[in-house]
C-alpha cells in the first residue's frame, strides 16, 4: 500500500521558516517523483515544488528564493525548507506522487493527509 506522510507544519509570524517532511512507503521516492502542493482557502490546488524529468527543481514563481525542495533517497523522505513566510503562504501543504508540472491535481493518484501551515502577519 502507497502512503505518504507529512509533517512539519505549524504557526509562524511572517519572516518564519518551517521545514515539512514527507516520507513515502510502498513505493521510493527514488522510483517515482514526490511534489509539495498547497491549497488555501477559496484557492485551487498549487504545484508548489517538485523535481523535473531533467533533473531540475521546479519552484513555484511565488515561492522562487525562498523555499528549497531537498530529497533524502536514503530515507524515502522529501523535505521542503520554507523560509521568509509571508501570510500568503498559509494553506494546508500535500505531498503527492507522481508528481509533475502538468499534471492536474485531481489526477495525482496519491496524497499525504496534508499539514497547516499558517503565517501571521
Known amino acids: 500500500e502507497v502512503q505518504l506522510v507529512e509533517s512539519g507544519g505549524g504557526s509562524v509570524q511572517a519572516g518564519g521558516s518551517l521545514r515539512l517532511s514527507c516520507t513515502a512507503s510502498g513505493f521510493t521516492s527514488d522510483d517515482s517523483n514526490i511534489g509539495w502542493y498547497r491549497r488555501a482557502p477559496g484557492n485551487e490546488c498549487e504545484l508548489v515544488s517538485t523535481?523535473?524529468?531533467?533533473?531540475?527543481?521546479y519552484y513555484a514563481d511565488s515561492v522562487k528564493g525562498r523555499f528549497t525542495f531537498s530529497q533524502d533517497n536514503a530515507k524515502n523522505t522529501v523535505y521542503l525548507q520554507m523560509n521568509s513566510l509571508k501570510p500568503e503562504d498559509t494553506a494546508v501543504y500535500y505531498c503527492a506522487a507522481p508528481a509533475d508540472t502538468v499534471t492536474p491535481c485531481d489526477h495525482i493518484e496519491h496524497w499525504g493527509q496534508g499539514t497547516q501551515v499558517t503565517v501571521s502577519s
Open positions: 523535481t523535473g524529468s531533467d533533473g531540475n527543481t
